[in-house]
């Protein structure tokens, strides 16, 4: 646990997944909110993609990331490079914690005192509002859920839908309480009454913090999908725009961007094409009449680079982070995304998360999935989540100290007694002499099966033996 | 996940029958079924006595080590190079999507990779391969059918059930809302998110209820324990029970709606 996340008091822990989700799953409010927000996301999406050539586009998609991960060293020199032609200034972040530090530098530099906020999933990850409240500096968040998420002091309970855990009226109370907005169900009234507090704060803000969503290395340009034009309010009005992004954003060209925004706004929101599509080149220069006085991007590992140092694990940058995965997950749509204690919940979270807090404090996370493969399906750049989530399993659980521990908290979830389950499991069924002999007497016994078989049977009863197994009937059968 | 093109052999004299060790303990009737059904086609079925399991549980648990020496023992039961059927899209997609991972750089990666290549799932199998007709000869029913999610998404035979289904002139099938998601069974996901897993069959059983019909098929005997069984503790009106053998009980003129 970093020091910055000791002192807001903000983080969860993520051990506690199982009683966090055993809550949300016994909260009616929970449920109903998050299966009717997913249904009509996975409808949206479904219609969004009719007459498409949905494979191939995925394919695409896929092939896309593959080429700019392959050559993501490359790409992020030439990335620096052409920014720094543009005007941008570039940072370099190990870890969430220093990425804060540059941020707060710059502001320092400025003697700003007011950040105002587009979304970004990094600043999350950094935990960047609560640092920069500790040293004095406001950040008001500008992207409606985000500011609802901020406004009732809680996380993101989705990466693109941060407040979709509350219905209108829990966020009508929520704006009435915080901001003295009338009752109302009519989400344009209070949408309007948002859009009228942050407006003053877009006016006044000294320093504007946005994510990034592509980053192409043969122009230098940033780019960003939203569509409420809060980006656009932020990265453009306030004298100075610092995004921060991870470095597995960049792209190699414009082209590359394309197939991704395709894809990726489908994906998200079913959407063809989002409201606004920013594209930032660097600062206002002298003959413009607006834009900022200075644009710094932020490229933060926190994790990223030891993930590329294996080539199946790799896959996992791939995410674009639509969202996707998250919205036709069974698990998610019943536990919701604070149930996770992670900044991307969902199997997105589950395959990523390990990385960056380790697998000893994430231990729960890989096996929290049915394996059901709704994720990889839907996946417009086709990463193999559900192979990832096994991958993460046999990390857990991985006594061999041959194989070089590849995640942070490698073996974690050992536990001698489950390990000799399984040896004796694989003895057994290894030896088809001694199988045969046990299962034959299982059912030759099968009126002393018990009635009881752990949680199974606290929601089941439990499978019944049959009075001959299918060996003995084909044996029986000459066969 | 599904392979892009499936190209389906041409049918065959004979066939490797893997039973499962679901269906060898608690489902027996569902293998013969599928062994009759094939034979009714024509097919001789070898059942190698010396099958056990083959090696999921332990794979999608992380003992790798552990579901290879039991997957490598399944290596050697099909000599010949008849195709090997499956009546489970679960054990199928492990044998056929996941042995040759499995086996990478072993000196078994050679075997292991021909082997997954003669793996077919059984409906599969006998819709595509048999170009099964077949014959209904039970009384008017209704019927909802639950694809596994390894049967949908890695074996690709989500279309498979209900054409068979379809061929059968009284039995009228009817979809439950959401088909495509999981019933919450995944293996030891069951027992290791017990609270998670049940949310998830109880709405399943509520979906396949509010069909009106009182019983469902399904092509995997895992999610057939685990949403039958959910049902029964729950006394919800719905029964289950393999693909297989409704197909097989249907085709017979016992009436075919009997639970097995």
Same mark, same amino acid.
């Given at each position: 646990?970093?020091?910055?996340?000791?002192?807001?008091?903000?983080?969860?822990?993520?051990?506690?997944?199982?009683?966090?989700?055993?809550?949300?799953?016994?909260?009616?409010?929970?449920?109903?909110?998050?299966?009717?927000?997913?249904?009509?996301?996975?409808?949206?999406?479904?219609?969004?993609?009719?007459?498409?050539?949905?494979?191939?586009? %995925?394919?695409?998609?896929?092939?896309?990331?593959? %080429?700019?991960?392959?050559?993501?060293?490359?790409?992020?020199?030439? *990335?620096?490079?052409?920014?720094?032609?543009?005007?941008?200034?570039?940072?370099?972040?190990?870890?969430?914690?220093?990425?804060?530090?540059?941020?707060?530098?710059?502001?320092?530099?400025?003697?700003?005192?007011?950040?105002?906020?587009?979304?970004?999933?990094?600043?999350?990850?950094?935990?960047?509002?609560?640092?920069?409240?500790?040293?004095?500096?406001?950040?008001?968040?500008?992207?409606?859920?985000?500011?609802?998420?901020?406004?009732?002091?809680?996380?993101?309970?989705?990466?693109?839908?941060?407040?979709?855990?509350?219905?209108?009226?829990?966020?009508? !109370?929520?704006?009435?309480?915080?901001?003295?907005?009338?009752?109302?169900?009519?989400?344009?009234?209070?949408?309007?009454?948002?859009?009228? !507090?942050?407006?003053?704060?877009?006016?006044?803000?000294?320093?504007?913090?946005?994510?990034?969503?592509?980053?192409?290395?043969?122009?230098?340009?940033?780019?960003?999908?939203?569509?409420?034009?809060?980006?656009?309010?932020?990265?453009?009005?306030?004298?100075?725009?610092?995004?921060?992004?991870?470095?597995?954003?960049?792209?190699?060209?414009?082209?590359?961007?394309?197939?991704?925004?395709?894809?990726?706004?489908?994906?998200?929101?079913? !959407?063809?094409?989002?409201?606004?599509?920013?594209?930032?080149?660097?600062?206002?220069?002298?003959?413009? *009449?607006?834009?900022?006085?200075?644009?710094?991007?932020?490229?933060?590992?926190?994790? %990223?680079?030891?993930?590329? !140092?294996?080539?199946?694990?790799?896959?996992?940058?791939?995410?674009?982070?639509?969202?996707?995965?998250?919205?036709?997950?069974?698990?998610?749509?019943?536990?919701?995304?604070?149930?996770?204690?992670?900044?991307?919940?969902?199997?997105?979270?589950?395959?990523?998360?390990?990385?960056?807090?380790?697998?000893?404090?994430?231990?729960?996370?890989?096996?929290?999935?049915?394996?059901?493969?709704?994720?990889?399906?839907?996946?417009?750049?086709?990463?193999?989540?559900?192979?990832? *989530?096994?991958? *993460?399993?046999?990390?857990?659980?991985?006594?061999?100290?041959?194989?070089?521990?590849?995640? %942070?908290?490698?073996?974690?979830?050992?536990?001698?007694?489950?390990?000799?389950?399984?040896?004796?499991?694989?003895?057994?069924?290894?030896?088809?002499?001694?199988?045969?002999?046990?299962?034959?007497?299982?059912?030759?016994?099968?009126?002393?099966?018990?009635?009881?078989?752990?949680?199974?049977?606290?929601?089941?009863?439990?499978?019944?033996?049959?009075?001959?197994?299918?060996?003995?009937?084909?044996?029986?059968?000459?066969? | 996940?599904?392979?892009?093109?499936?190209?389906?052999?041409?049918?065959?004299?004979?066939?490797?029958?893997?039973?499962?060790?679901?269906?060898?303990?608690?489902?027996?009737?569902?293998?013969?079924?599928?062994?009759?059904?094939?034979?009714?086609?024509?097919?001789?079925?070898?059942?190698?006595?010396?099958?056990?399991?083959?090696?999921?549980?332990?794979?999608?648990?992380?003992?790798?080590?552990?579901?290879?020496?039991?997957?490598?023992?399944?290596?050697?039961?099909?000599?010949?190079?008849?195709?090997?059927?499956?009546?489970?899209?679960?054990?199928?997609?492990?044998?056929?999507?996941?042995?040759?991972?499995?086996?990478?750089?072993?000196?078994?990666?050679?075997?292991?990779?021909?082997?997954?290549?003669?793996?077919?799932?059984?409906?599969?199998?006998?819709?595509?391969?048999?170009?099964?007709?077949?014959?209904?000869?039970?009384?008017?029913?209704?019927?909802?059918?639950?694809?596994?999610?390894?049967?949908?998404?890695?074996?690709?035979?989500?279309?498979?059930?209900?054409?068979?289904?379809?061929?059968?002139?009284?039995?009228?099938?009817?979809?439950?809302?959401?088909?495509?998601?999981?019933?919450?069974?995944?293996?030891?996901?069951?027992?290791?998110?017990?609270?998670?897993?049940?949310?998830?069959?109880?709405?399943?059983?509520?979906?396949?209820?509010?069909?009106?019909?009182?019983?469902?098929?399904?092509?995997?005997?895992?999610?057939?324990?685990?949403?039958?069984?959910?049902?029964?503790?729950?006394?919800?009106?719905?029964?289950?029970?393999?693909?297989?053998?409704?197909?097989?009980?249907?085709?017979?003129?016992?009436?075919?709606?009997?639970?097995?």
């Amino acid at each position: 646990m970093s020091e910055t996340a000791e002192h807001t008091g903000h983080h969860i822990d993520v051990k506690e997944f199982h009683p966090r989700a055993q809550a949300a799953i016994h909260d009616p409010k929970i449920r109903k909110n998050f299966r009717s927000a997913m249904d009509g996301l996975m409808s949206k999406r479904k219609t969004a993609f009719e007459g498409w050539d949905l494979e191939t586009l %995925r394919d695409l998609g896929a092939n896309v990331r593959l %080429r700019a991960l392959a050559n993501l060293p490359d790409l992020l020199e030439q *990335l620096e490079k052409k920014l720094i032609e543009n005007g941008i200034r570039v940072h370099w972040a190990v870890d969430g914690d220093e990425a804060c530090r540059i941020v707060r530098d710059i502001c320092k530099a400025r003697d700003a005192k007011t950040v105002i906020k587009g979304k970004s999933m990094v600043s999350e990850e950094m935990e960047l509002n609560h640092y920069l409240e500790e040293q004095g500096i406001e950040a008001l968040e500008s992207d409606l859920g985000e500011y609802i998420v901020q406004l009732a002091d809680e996380t993101p309970s989705h990466i693109i839908m941060p407040a979709i855990h509350k219905n209108t009226g829990e966020i009508s !109370q929520l704006l009435h309480e915080k901001t003295g907005t009338d009752l109302s169900n009519d989400v344009e009234y209070l949408t309007a009454s948002a859009r009228l !507090q942050l407006r003053e704060k877009f006016m006044n803000a000294d320093v504007g913090v946005s994510g990034v969503n592509f980053a192409v290395a043969e122009t230098g340009t940033l780019c960003l999908v939203e569509n409420e034009g809060n980006g656009r309010m932020t990265t453009t009005v306030p004298k100075c725009h610092i995004a921060v992004t991870g470095i597995e954003k960049v792209v190699p060209s414009m082209e590359d961007v394309s197939a991704l925004l395709a894809l990726l706004t489908r994906s998200a929101t079913g !959407q063809h094409i989002t409201t606004y599509f920013n594209m930032i080149s660097g600062p206002r220069k002298a003959e413009e *009449l607006d834009g900022p006085e200075e644009v710094h991007l932020v490229l933060v590992d926190n994790g %990223r680079s030891s993930i590329y !140092q294996d080539d199946e694990l790799l896959d996992t940058l791939r995410c674009i982070r639509c969202g996707a995965c998250m919205n036709h997950c069974p698990v998610y749509t019943r536990v919701g995304g604070h149930a996770y204690g992670t900044t991307y919940p969902g199997p997105i979270g589950k395959i990523l998360m390990p990385h960056l807090i380790g697998l000893d404090e994430g231990r729960h996370l890989p096996s929290a999935s049915s394996l059901c493969g709704a994720c990889g399906e839907v996946c417009p750049v086709k990463i193999p989540i559900p192979d990832l *989530l096994v991958r *993460l399993r046999q990390e857990s659980v991985d006594g061999d100290k041959l194989h070089p521990a590849k995640v %942070r908290g490698h073996g974690a979830k050992r536990s001698s007694m489950e390990a000799m389950i399984w040896k004796g499991w694989a003895w057994m069924h290894a030896s088809p002499g001694i199988y045969r002999f046990g299962t034959g007497a299982a059912s030759k016994f099968r009126a002393l099966q018990p009635s009881k078989a752990g949680a199974w049977t606290d929601y089941r009863t439990p499978p019944k033996l049959a009075a001959k197994t299918l060996h003995q009937r084909m044996k029986e059968r000459g066969q | 996940m599904v392979d892009p093109i499936k190209v389906y052999p041409a049918k065959p004299a004979k066939v490797y029958f893997y039973g499962t060790c679901l269906v060898d303990m608690f489902y027996p009737d569902a293998g013969i079924a599928g062994v009759e059904l094939l034979e009714r086609e024509g097919i001789e079925v070898l059942f190698p006595q010396n099958q056990t399991c083959c090696g999921q549980p332990a794979y999608t648990s992380g003992y790798h080590d552990e579901a290879r020496s039991v997957a490598r023992a399944q290596l050697d039961l099909f000599p010949g190079d008849w195709p090997i059927v499956v009546p489970s899209g679960s054990c199928g997609g492990m044998m056929r999507k996941h042995y040759p991972d499995l086996f990478k750089d072993t000196t078994d990666e050679v075997k292991a990779a021909e082997v997954a290549g003669r793996v077919w799932e059984l409906t599969d199998f006998l819709l595509n391969v048999c170009h099964i007709k077949l014959e209904d000869l039970g009384e008017p029913t209704t019927v909802a059918m639950h694809t596994s999610c390894s049967a949908r998404r890695e074996m690709g035979v989500a279309e498979v059930g209900p054409k068979l289904l379809g061929q059968l002139k009284n039995v009228n099938l009817v979809e439950q809302i959401r088909p495509e998601e999981c019933c919450g069974f995944g293996g030891t996901f069951a027992v290791r998110h017990p609270e998670i897993s049940s949310a998830m069959v109880s709405e399943k059983v509520d979906a396949l209820v509010d069909t009106g019909t009182r019983q469902f098929v399904t092509t995997d005997c895992g999610c057939l324990m685990n949403i039958a069984g959910y049902a029964e503790k729950n006394q919800k009106p719905v029964e289950g029970q393999h693909i297989l053998s409704f197909l097989w009980s249907r085709t017979q003129g016992k009436g075919g709606s009997s639970h097995e």
